[in-house]
């Protein structure tokens, strides 16, 4: 039976819960323990997948199809545990259950309402896989006192008390504010951040305080008093030069003791933090740097490309070099040369995306990867344009684009090299989509597998000639040119199982130029970087000592 660690957060958001949930994971695994991490979301959308990467940042996929919050990214980069569709709900979600249940009659004639119809379906998602693991850590989003956010915390409160004494704690993010002006932290925040946690039932057992500036000990006893938290169970979160960091800087605090005490866990399997004082080796002490340009259309916001960035850190740690990442707009050059935006970079990196604006520019980024011989990785749009430009500038299909722009517009304007994706195999199952489908959920989700072409760079880069990788995508490229454009030289290394849908191309003449139909970077991880982006960067390494 599982322990239950409930995370909540106060005063201001983006304080860092997930990072510490993630982080706190880590430490228990180091101890021994298995764990699984969850998020429980307040907002009305079903799930992400419909949200502007502007809003909400990147959606993070599950091998099973989910489309989550940019959290669970954190939950398996820093555990290793693949997460589930059953680790993600939100209030849209939930409601919409409830309000299916109701409509099939399954509440014989009740009135529906939030208590207990709605904290009910709550606690369900909570229990789920409870027999599974040794720790159940839940992180609810938002802060206290958010109006959207009172059934979630009244659905753990009722957890709680539905289980055996000592089974559940609370965990509470707080910020401790600096006043320059006096130079002195301020409590005040923290002590009414609680006094609402308290009010709605709740009493946190730690205090995890977000601040800039040393906690002095007169300070956490203080926070503790007023608080009624133990002092030793007031843990200080500075800010660090990497994420990667978390795990051995909330060791130094004493989180897991913390929690472990609050569990009356005694005596507690002594951490085993190899992994980690390695992982902060190769940050630290880097014998390089490759400077990385990310040709993208959500630049103005880096959690829209989170795992890509991660994952390319990822790259630099398996090959002992710092990865500086650069940020350049797509729309920058649609209608200029790309070489005064593109000159001096050691490797070109699309990302995805959709709709059709900033396509120009990335197309040209690869064409001006391809022709410089500087490395280039493309991910899902980022393959299709790949396609595009080869098809235009050296297969004789000038007017290549894809169905998605034609569709967008109401017009025909291009030879649809790429097309949109009316059905493909999942499992035993043939899935069929049509263009005007309702948005949410009805792309080709999660982990597929993919075969690759014995002697391709890719089936030497991953050391094996079967691989599953994660996709979210609805449009894929047309294999009715592949003959044509495979005579060029744009090979098609990887395709799915049954032959039909492109995964991967690559230039055969060149030194590093791939593109894949999948996410890679959302399977890579401080400790066991994905191998395509560990090449990609090694890659940049070489490039670096040609330039």
Request: net charge negative; with cysteine; aromatic share 8%.
């Amino acid at each position: 039976m599982a322990r239950f660690i409930f995370i909540t957060g106060g005063v201001v958001s983006s304080l860092g819960k997930g990072l510490a949930s993630a982080a706190l994971g880590a430490l228990l695994q180091a101890r021994g323990y298995t764990v699984r991490l969850r998020k429980l979301d307040p907002y009305l959308n079903v799930d992400p997948g419909t949200m502007s990467p502007f809003e909400h940042g990147e959606v993070f996929v599950t091998d099973d199809g989910a489309e989550t919050d940019l959290d669970l990214g954190h939950y398996e980069r820093f555990t290793g545990v693949a997460a589930r569709m059953s680790d993600s709900i939100s209030s849209g979600r939930v409601y919409s259950t409830v309000l299916e249940k109701e409509r099939r009659g399954d509440y014989l004639g009740k009135t529906i309402q939030v208590i207990p119809h709605v904290t009910n379906e709550i606690k369900d998602f909570i229990s789920i896989g409870e027999d599974e693991v040794d720790f159940m850590l839940c992180e609810i989003g938002g802060t206290v006192g958010d109006i959207e956010g009172l059934p979630f915390f009244e659905a753990i409160r009722q957890f709680a008390q539905d289980k055996p004494r000592g089974q559940c704690i609370f965990m509470h993010l707080t910020l401790l504010p600096y006043l320059a002006a006096s130079g002195e932290l301020k409590t005040k925040p923290t002590q009414h951040s609680v006094k609402e946690l308290r009010s709605i039932g709740l009493a946190p057992d730690i205090l995890v305080c977000r601040s800039e500036h040393p906690i002095p000990e007169r300070e956490r006893e203080k926070i503790g008093l007023f608080c009624n938290v133990r002092k030793d169970a007031v843990i200080a979160a500075y800010d660090l030069k990497s994420i990667y960091e978390a795990p051995l800087a909330y060791h130094a605090q004493g989180l897991d003791q913390a929690v472990l005490d609050a569990f009356g866990i005694s005596p507690a399997p002594a951490p085993n933090l190899s992994v980690w004082h390695d992982v902060a080796d190769r940050i630290h002490n880097p014998e390089g740097e490759v400077r990385v340009a990310i040709v993208g259309k959500y630049t103005q916001l880096e959690d829209a490309y989170k795992s890509i960035a991660e994952a390319l850190t990822h790259g630099g740690m398996a090959n002992r070099v710092k990865v500086r990442i650069d940020w350049v707009d797509a729309e920058l050059f649609d209608r200029e040369d790309a070489a005064p935006y593109l000159e001096g970079f050691h490797a070109i990196l699309v990302p995805g995306g959709f709709g059709e604006r900033g396509t120009e520019g990335k197309i040209k980024a690869a064409q001006f990867a391809r022709e410089k011989g500087v490395p280039y990785l493309g991910i899902c749009l980022g393959m299709q344009m790949a396609v595009i430009e080869a098809a235009r500038n050296v297969a004789g299909l000038p007017t290549a684009g894809s169905e998605e722009f034609d569709h967008e517009s109401g017009s025909r304007r291009f030879e649809p090299v790429v097309y949109h994706l009316k059905e493909w195999v999942q499992g035993n199952q043939t899935v069929a989509r049509k263009a005007d489908d309702a948005k949410g959920g009805t792309m080709r989700l999660g982990a597929y597998d993919a075969n690759l072409r014995d002697g391709s760079k890719v089936a030497e880069i991953y050391g094996t000639s079967v691989i599953e990788e994660r996709h979210r995508h609805r449009y894929e490229v047309d294999t009715k040119y592949r003959e044509q454009l495979e005579a060029k030289g744009l090979c098609f290394t990887g395709m799915s199982p049954d032959g039909k849908l492109p995964e991967i191309v690559e230039w055969k003449d060149h030194p590093w130029f791939i593109g894949v139909q999948f996410h890679p970077e959302l399977k890579s991880k401080p400790f066991a970087p994905h191998p395509l982006f560990a090449d990609f960067v090694r890659a940049a390494v070489e490039n670096s000592r040609l330039v």
